[in-house]
């Protein structure tokens, strides 16, 4: 089955500056690839997603970049704000399938 | 909209005993998930049903573990008997349809087993 590798498992950055945490994943089937903020308590919820017939995709301050022949995927995230601080997961699936395969996460920690 | 619900949100109970978790989805939402988080550990998904049947039950612990989706709208997770090592949220997700929909995640519910 799909194996999702995420590092670092913790950052910590001072505001204003850009972050990065990075996934490789085993099946080359996947093509699908969301990224999943978790606050402490909460649910995760989807902040961005890109799928395999794109190399990047924007979405204001976050960015996700996805390179299928290394089989690894990035969030990037600009102008690190004190809310930015939570946990964030990648995750892989395959197209027609529902089930996701999440990382271990990464905790993200920005100081004023 | 209302964001899917799920009760208890803790839970506390001895080793060998049962407990029952509850999780009402977005409304319309036919797909829906139970998930395990263990600590430090990103969601594992325990079960997927769509509308009322079981599509991928494979990570299930069928031995201990059982889960239902009447009338296709509420589900209950169901462990009996608790070890250890179930200790974890679980986390109830519903989505639109099967396929690549967005998941949208409840705020889980921490058992502790003792």
């Known amino acids: 089955g799909e194996n999702v590798e995420q590092h670092p498992s913790t950052l910590s950055v001072q505001e204003g500056d850009s972050a990065v945490i990075k996934c490789t994943y085993s099946?080359?089937?996947?093509?699908?690839f969301p990224w999943y903020k978790q606050e402490l308590g909460k649910g995760p919820q989807l902040i961005i997603d890109?799928?395999?017939?794109?190399g990047e995709k924007k979405d204001q301050r976050i960015a996700v970049t996805l390179n299928k022949t290394a089989k690894h995927f990035s969030l990037h995230i600009t102008e690190t704000q004190p809310e930015d601080s939570a946990v964030y997961f990648c995750?892989?699936?395959?197209?027609?399938?529902?089930?996701?395969?999440f990382g271990k996460g990464t905790m993200l920690l920005v100081s004023p | 909209e209302a964001g899917v619900a799920q009760s208890p949100r803790y839970k506390i109970i001895e080793k060998r005993q049962s407990v029952a978790f509850w999780c009402n989805p977005i409304?319309?939402?036919?797909?829906l998930y139970w998930y395990q988080q263990i600590l430090g550990q990103g969601p594992k998904l325990l079960i997927q049903?769509?509308?009322?049947?079981?599509?991928?039950d494979s990570q299930l612990p069928k031995d201990r573990f059982s889960a239902e989706r009447l009338k296709g709208v509420d589900s209950t997770l169901k462990i009996q008997p608790a070890k250890l090592e179930d200790s974890a949220v679980y986390l109830c997700?519903?989505?639109?349809?099967?396929?690549?929909?967005?998941?949208?995640f409840g705020p889980g519910t921490r058992l502790t087993v003792t």
């Open positions: 995750a892989a699936s395959i197209e027609g399938y529902s089930t996701l395969t």
């Open positions: 890109i799928r395999s017939n794109v």
């Open positions: 049903f769509q509308n009322n049947g079981v599509v991928d």
């Open positions: 409304s319309g939402h036919a797909t």
């Open positions: 099946d080359s089937a996947s093509n699908y």
């Open positions: 997700a519903s989505s639109f349809d099967s396929g690549l929909y967005e998941q949208y």
